[in-house]
């Protein structure tokens, strides 16, 4: 059985694709901090999978840590970097913070790869690194830009450290795999996103409002250059988000570029608007909303030209906007206890 070492592996997307590599048949090993996740993700994965991967709490800046569980498992034929903190907002509050974590990291995981003969790595990017692009949708081709936030930066960041790295190696392959707005749960609804404190993404405080948690929504701005006024991002499903990293492995291990860039998205953009309104369509859920000001740091809208996942990489999102945001809502039920 080949193995695989996911770092990050209980949080949001990385549990969800631990998921998806074991049922394609991986082993697969967590490395973990548990700075945004809990254990009981592990609970979750083995109850949808019927295997419990194997976990390390660990944390990726520290080298040490990684060189204990990459030495143990270098018989892995890749890493899956998810690890690093990912909250623009407090990015922009605690940038030493961001650029400590999520570069420490990235640095730790090629150092030990290279040491260890691990040859085959896929990077958690985001479309942050496009900015509000000029030319809509977004090719991988369409120019990175600095982003708005720390956070962001590390992205932009991490991607020009792989790409360095494996210029100074002929041994190490990469790919970068660029999400745009991942939201929803497994279907199952035993794992899901599970944000500390007030969320700052639209799909959570959506659910957390609905459940009565919190009082209403607020829409950040309505007055957009978009058809009604709401900005625009391409939400993908997150488990189709993560049959893509299971794509991104199998690729990397056959002959091709060393280093490639893919867009995951669903090549269609939605307001917030729509959101809401498939929320209440999926669901039968009422929300309350109201409209503000538009939110410091957002860009108007952006949704992926996804040809070259689709024709490259073989990988089609697949989930439609409404199942996806009710396996959202489904998800929110059983994290507070109501019955599904
Ligand atoms: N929004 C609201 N109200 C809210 C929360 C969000 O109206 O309470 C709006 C935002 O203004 C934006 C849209 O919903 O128009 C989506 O916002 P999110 O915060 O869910 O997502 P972002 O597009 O701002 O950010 C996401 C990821 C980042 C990533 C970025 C790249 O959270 O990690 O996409 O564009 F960097």
């Known amino acids: 059985m080949q193995k695989v070492i ?119 990017s985001s479309c942050t690194v496009y900015g509000q692009p000029e030319k809509l949708p977004v090719t991988e081709e369409s120019p990175v830009v600095k982003p708005e936030s720390p956070y962001g930066n590390t992205k932009k960041i991490n991607e020009e450290i792989i790409v360095d790295t494996l210029n100074s190696t002929r041994k190490l392959k990469a790919i970068s795999l660029r999400y745009f707005n991942p939201i929803g749960a497994h279907e199952s609804a035993k794992i899901g996103e599970l944000p500390l404190g007030v969320p700052d993404n639209l799909l959570p405080y959506i659910t957390q409002t609905a459940i009565g948690l919190r009082k209403e929504l607020s829409v950040f701005g309505d007055d957009y250059n978009t058809p009604d006024g709401t900005a625009i991002r391409d939400y993908i499903n997150v488990t189709d988000l993560a049959k893509a990293h299971v794509k991104a492995v199998s690729r990397l291990t056959e002959d091709h570029d060393r280093f490639e860039v893919f867009n995951v998205g669903t090549g269609k953009g939605s307001s917030v608007m729509e959101i809401i309104l498939a929320f209440e369509r999926s669901t039968g859920q009422e929300l309350k909303y109201k409209i503000v000001d538009r939110r410091a740091g957002d860009v108007e809208q952006v949704w992926a030209d996804t040809t070259k996942a689709n024709t490259v990489l073989g990988w089609k999102a697949e989930k439609t906007l409404d199942e996806t945001v009710k396996s959202a809502w489904e998800w929110e039920k059983r994290v507070r206890g109501e019955s599904v």
């Not at 548990?34 to 419990?52: A, H, M, W, Y």
């Not at 990459?70 to 650029?99: M, N, R, T």
């Open 6 to 124: 996911i770092t990050g592996g209980t949080g949001y997307i990385g549990s969800h694709t631990v998921v998806e590599f074991q049922n394609a048949g991986y082993e697969v090993v967590i490395i973990d901090n548990l700075s945004n996740s809990n254990i009981e993700v592990v609970d979750g994965i083995e109850s949808i999978t019927g295997k419990r991967p194997q976990f390390y709490k660990a944390d990726v800046a520290c080298h040490k840590a990684v060189d204990d569980v990459f030495s143990k498992h270098d018989d892995a034929i890749a890493v899956i970097h998810f690890a690093a903190y990912k909250a623009v907002g407090e990015s922009v509050k605690k940038p030493l913070l961001y650029y400590h974590n999520n570069v420490q990291g990235i640095v730790n995981v090629l150092d030990k790869m290279q040491e260890y003969n691990i040859l085959n790595l896929v990077f958690s």
